[in-house]
């Protein structure tokens, strides 16, 4: 597993988490700009390796991923691991106080000192356990710190208990040979390192060395006299080192299972951060574009089907809103003496000052149109002083200008109109989506700025009413300039002085800095803000210069700020991460998750759990292999050295190490064969398979030594026949272990079962002639060997808890039967040469054998309880990351439906970028559309019946929705609606960053995009006809297309706005205003271009065009058989679309339908979905659509 290379000695590799975006490097990090450099030289996004990170860096890398001192990731990993391992304690407790309830219950003949000794140790050991409990769950922060100080000196004092304990119980009796309790002593060595929380390096060289030390030697050391001492403490060397190796297998896999949760954990961190930190980013800009209502409601209808008639709408009514126009007046005169590119530039600081402004006086900026800005105030908040902040608003844009005017040296003005009323605020349409509000009120607002006066603010008598005399005003009879005015009966006025200054927390600042230096002025209450007036004393200039003062004197503070920056997220890393692994306590989170049996309540859960494998999980299944082979060491040395029995252990050798290599083989992918590793993945993919396996081999190793027993039963029998009285008499005469004579054995009246009445008479003869004749040794060998097994068969980790405790209780249940009935008479010899116990040593190996099934088996509960915890935190760290990754995924959608996907891009990865800061691309080669359905304003009216004007919207949000959906489509995907005016749709073609041209490419190579855009608008004809169709409504389209160079970028990077400029934009917009309903107009270069690819025009003669004079000018026919087809075209996804009766270009007012020549293209595929019922005709009140011709061409 690629996580295991991370895992090198005791140290942590930093993780690489995927980085999606790369964002601004430090400045003060030259490394880190090298790579960044080296980085954005790639398109292809990637996930980074290993070899980016250098462990022990510290910083952020450029895709978020936060980079760990060495020495603080091994910390975190330290307390991490430590405290997960803690839970072993109270199984080591257990297991300690079972061993100490034997020592007090089973030896019967121990003298009065060692049942005082090993009561005393019970006391402690329950004691230790109490203590554990002390402050466990206080909210106390003293007893708190004494649980987490006792913590760390528990597992010592519990080793040097079990310790002090092993010790005295050795030295205390009055008779002791190293084999009494050698089954503790291998299950000790076994336990301390499984269950004793201390690191590595003091638990292997000092615990671990001591603990072997101590159990081999103490034995030994105060043993008996025995003339086969020393073949009993090599037997025990092995026994008791065999336990301490899987000991340390387990100890070292649970680490590296640890790790890779806490890597994982890192990582998933990581990602999760940089997701959050991307959401973050996407959520400020959507947030900026779209208010906040109308952006989580959008969210959560994201990707849900509906089953209503109609397309969703986001459009709410609101009332008592104060709607502000501003125009730039003189803006034509300089356009002439910049580029496009240097008048993008010197809108985009003026509209972002705009929008300062516009957070300053909780103004909801809607849409900038070329060089006219718009807002409005108490929506979709409501507030009282909404009108009074938009004429704050009004008074410091007229200021604001003043920057246009030194920066251009012209004498540029702000015409400012404002009116209330009630608005339709909303979005239409399902892509490019824009906040815009739509009402008659609306238009009323846009009428006000058009008949105001430059450097005025130019207001009407409904928002006169909700001024509250904060301001002084002059009659400015705009309703004499304008019809419109007039007819809905309203009065104007211009601002004259301010009586009530707005008072902003940064105006108190500066005004208390102020008083501290010198005297306020006593008429400083009143500013004038007429042209030429007296002092201007209003507080927006000194928030305006107090801005750029702070912007000038922090700008070298810069790279200080962005390591500041970089350590603060370090720190705040280190923190969530501790959060995350360090201080969550999953062993007891995991029981309401699980019921009795530690099975998963969510059966799907559970499933997964049963299917899902640890990386190398295979791999204690070598412990069982050790085991069956450490048999014929130990076996040699203090059991008969028979032929059958060798034969006995080696059988099980063959199968169990098949089983065990298959297992194993995949987690050595490295090293062996691929058809080999392919096998052992296919068969550890079968859970059955793989459990039965380990049941197998656990079956194997268990009754193996079951039938060693039998056999060894048998062995006695047949080679060593002793009666009873000469078993008296050698036990008289001391002989020791030599035992030669032939002598019939007749214990207990021969009642006892022995193996010679179990085997046929032919196979006893055969075993008298094969096995030589050899000393009788020690059967509880046998029995302490059983504990290795248990041992061997609890650490295995492919079954289930309740399937090893059945396993673990079932082999000691049959090892305690054949000790006490099968070989009580081997027993009973034993028991003669240690002077005969009052309890046989049967029942003491029986019993000690019971002790360590009891604690293997709650140690069994304990593992499988700790993979469910580290299972569950797995798919607890999968859903939070999959939760915040739908959460970027469905900010993304939106934010690209904002702006488009190479925008939207720009301005997430730069997350440092000023808020100035501008985005622009020019493109030499593109094609622009304007389409808008002239008689919609007809059909608008805001009567009840039509609830006030929203059904109208939404048969308009209907169509325009029909017409996005157009884009879905292959053959126009290099088309980019860039945005909707009223019911006017704009779109452009060949503004593709990815688009690459020869530069002797010919005219059909390099405009076939355009001739993709006539396509596209000859479909939209089509659409709006089938909507007609459906809804009994007769609406036309009136189209212009043009081509040429264009600027594109963002204005006011707040609140950014996507759109494009020059003088091919504002050409394509006189082609549609000056042309005819149910035509498409085009310039005489479009026009040649466009008859290369077959598309037939009729010259409609000279046409006069605001800015450029008499324009030549076509409209556009039909389509002949094409000389060349559009390359980005798909042919076969087309068909021609007969029709004789009408035509998707017919005029129902100005076009003849003679002029049409040929038919339209017709896709194959579903037709637009059905759209609304007409309503009644009234005009249109949207005061954006009056600025189509108007305020879109910003050259003019």
């Known amino acids: 597993m690629p996580e295991e290379k991370e895992m090198s000695g005791n140290n942590l590799e930093n993780g690489q988490a995927t980085a999606t975006a790369n964002s601004t490097p430090s400045k003060s990090k030259q490394q880190h700009q090298h790579q960044q450099h080296q980085r954005q030289k790639t398109p292809t996004r990637r996930r980074p390796h290993d070899s980016d990170v250098v462990a022990g860096g510290v910083g952020i890398t450029g895709g978020g991923v936060v980079i760990l001192p060495q020495h603080v990731l091994n910390e975190l990993y330290h307390n991490y691991s430590i405290k ?32 005082v000794v090993n009561c005393c140790m019970l006391v402690a050991y329950l004691a230790l356990t109490a203590l554990l409990h002390i402050g466990r769950r206080s909210e106390q922060p003293a007893l708190r710190r004494f649980h987490l100080t006792f913590l760390t000196i528990v597992p010592r004092a519990l080793w040097f208990l079990s310790m002090i304990h092993f010790a005295a119980y050795v030295m205390l009796q009055p008779s002791f040979s190293p084999r009494d309790v050698l089954g503790w002593a ?67 896999m649970g680490e590296a299972k640890q790790k890779r949760a806490f890597l994982e954990a890192k990582k998933s961190l990581e990602v999760k951060m940089v997701i959050e930190e991307q959401s973050a980013e996407q959520e400020r800009l959507l947030l900026s574009v779209l208010p906040k209502h109308v952006a989580i409601k959008m969210r959560e209808d994201l990707g849900s089907s509906s089953s209503e008639a109609f397309k969703k709408i986001y459009m709410s009514r609101h009332e008592n809103v104060s709607i502000l126009y501003a125009d730039i007046v003189g803006f034509t005169a300089i356009s002439s003496t910049y580029s496009a590119q240097d008048l993008v530039k010197m809108l985009n600081e003026l509209f972002a000052r705009f929008d300062r402004l516009a957070e300053k006086y909780q103004q909801l900026r809607i ?48 015409r400012v109109g404002i009116h209330t009323g009630a608005v339709l605020a909303g979005i239409l349409g399902q892509r490019q989506w824009q906040f815009d509000v ?36 002059e009659p400015a009879f705009g309703e004499k300039r304008e019809e419109l005015l007039r007819i809905a009966g309203l009065k104007t006025y211009f601002i004259t002085k301010v009586v009530k200054p707005f008072a902003s927390p940064c105006a108190k600042k500066i005004n208390e800095t102020q008083a501290e230096n010198s005297q306020l002025s006593p008429n400083g209450s009143t500013t004038d803000v007429v042209s030429g007036g007296g002092e201007d004393n209003d507080a927006t200039l000194d928030d305006e210069e107090l801005l750029a003062q702070s912007a000038t004197t922090n700008g070298h503070q810069t790279a200080e700020a962005e390591d500041e920056e970089e350590q603060v997220k370090l720190e705040n890393f280190k923190q969530r991460l501790k959060d995350e692994l360090v201080t969550r306590d999953g062993h007891e989170n995991l029981t309401k998750d699980t019921n009795i049996f530690l099975r998963f309540k969510n059966p799907q859960l559970e499933q997964s759990y049963a299917v899902y494998r640890e990386p190398y999980s295979s791999l204690p299944l070598l412990a069982a292999l050790l085991v069956q082979c450490i048999d014929v060491l130990y076996s040699y040395l203090v059991l008969p050295r028979s032929t059958l029995h060798f034969i006995n252990i080696a059988a099980p050798l063959v199968p169990i190490a098949m089983l065990v290599v298959i297992s194993i083989a995949e987690s050595f992918s490295g090293m062996l064969p691929k058809f080999f590793v392919d096998v052992s993945k296919r068969f550890n993919d079968i859970t059955f398979v793989r459990e039965l396996a380990a049941i197998i081999i656990a079956l194997t190793i268990g009754l193996s030594n079951v039938i060693d027993m039998f056999f060894f039963v048998t062995f006695v029998r047949t080679e060593h026949i002793v009666s009873e009285s000469e078993f008296n008499a050698t036990a ?51 029995s302490n060997f059983g504990v290795l097994i248990l041992i061997a068969i609890a650490v295995i980790a492919q079954l289930t808890h309740l399937t090893k405790i059945l396993l673990l209780l079932s082999i000691a249940a049959l090892h305690c039967y054949f000790n006490i009935f099968i070989m009580q008479d081997l027993y009973a010899l034993e028991d003669d040469l240690a002077h005969q116990p009052i309890i046989s040593s049967r029942y003491c190996a029986s019993g000690l054998l019971l002790v360590a099934a009891l604690a293997l088996s709650t140690l069994a509960r304990h593992m499988d309880h700790e993979d469910r915890v580290i299972f569950k935190w797995k798919t607890e760290v999968a859903e939070q990351k999959e939760t915040a990754n739908d959460m970027r995924q469905r900010n993304e959608a939106l934010v690209y439906n904002v702006l488009p996907v190479h925008v939207a891009e720009h301005f997430m990865k730069n997350t440092k970028r000023s808020h100035d800061d501008l985005y622009s691309q020019s493109y030499s080669e593109v094609g622009v559309l304007f389409a808008s359905m002239p008689n919609f304003s007809d059909f608008y009216s805001e009567e009840t019946v039509n609830n006030q004007g929203l059904e109208c919207l939404r048969f308009l949000n209907e169509v325009i929705s029909d017409f996005d959906a157009l884009l879905e489509l292959p053959q126009f995907q290099d088309i980019i609606k860039i945005k909707t005016i009223g019911s006017t749709y704009m779109a452009a073609s060949g503004i593709n960053l990815q688009r690459n041209l020869r530069s002797d490419a010919s005219v059909t190579e390099r405009w076939a995009q355009l001739a993709v855009l006539v396509e ?17 409504n007769h609406f036309v389209l009136k189209m212009g297309i043009n081509h040429g160079p264009i600027t594109a970028g963002v204005i006011g990077a707040r609140k950014p706005h996507y759109d494009i400029w020059g003088n091919t934009v504002n050409v394509a917009s006189r082609m549609e205003s000056t042309g005819k309903a149910g035509a498409i107009q085009v310039t005489e270069e479009t026009c040649n271009i466009l008859q290369q690819f077959g598309y037939t025009f009729q010259q409609r003669g000279l046409v006069s065009v605001k800015g450029k004079g008499q324009l030549m000018t076509y409209y556009l026919q039909g389509k002949s058989q094409p000389c060349a087809e559009p390359a980005a075209a798909a042919p076969a996804a087309i068909e021609l679309h007969e029709t ?23 896709l194959k595929g579903p037709e ?13 009140g949207n005061g954006s659509a009056g600025q189509v011709g108007e305020s879109q061409s910003l050259l003019e």
Not at 1016 to 1032: K, P, Y
Not at 1169 to 1179: D, F, K, M, Q
């Open 1140 to 1162: 004789t009766s009408s035509s998707a270009l017919e005029s129902t007012t100005e076009l003849d339908i003679s002029d049409i020549k040929t038919p339209l293209l017709k």
């Open 438 to 473: 739509y009402s008659k009120d609306v238009e009323l607002a846009n009428k006000m700025e058009s008949s105001g006066k430059a450097g005025r603010v130019h207001i009407s008598d409904k928002t006169l009413a909700f001024l509250n005399g904060e301001f002084e005003v």
């Open 84 to 115: 997960q391992r803690r839970s072993g304690l109270k199984w080591f407790l257990f297991a300690a106080v079972l061993f100490n309830v034997w020592t007090i219950c089973i030896p019967w003949d121990q003298a009065i000192p060692t049942r």
């Open 367 to 414: 849409k900038i149109l070329g060089d006219c800005y718009y807002c409005i105030s108490g929506a979709p908040d409501e507030r009282p002083d909404h009108a009074v902040m938009c004429v704050h608003m009004g008074l410091s844009m007229v200021k604001a200008i003043k920057y246009v005017q030194q920066k251009a040296n012209s004498p540029v003005d702000m």
């Open 186 to 252: 291998i299950l000790l060595n076994f336990l301390i390192y499984v269950t004793l929380p201390l690191p590595l390096i003091f638990l292997g060289l000092v615990i671990g060395f001591c603990t072997y030390f101590n159990c081999l030697s103490l034995p030994v050391g105060f043993s008996r006299p025995d003339p086969l001492i020393s073949d009993q403490a090599a037997a025990n060397a092995v026994l008791i080192a065999t336990a301490a190796l899987i000991g340390l297998l387990y100890y070292f």
């Open 1016 to 1032: 596209f608008a000859l479909e939209l004809t089509h659409t709006l006809q089938g909507i007609n169709e459906q809804s009994f």
């Open 732 to 782: 008289g005469l001391g002989l020791g272990l030599g035992l030669e004579a032939d002598v019939d054995v007749d214990v207990a009246g021969a009642e006892a079962v022995t193996a010679e009445h179990l085997l046929p008479e032919s196979f006893v003869e055969q075993m008298r002639d094969a096995v030589p004749t050899e000393r009788v040794l020690y059967p509880s060998y046998l």
């Open 1168 to 1180: 637009a979905a059905p759209a609304a019922e007409s309503g009644p005709a009234s005009s249109l």
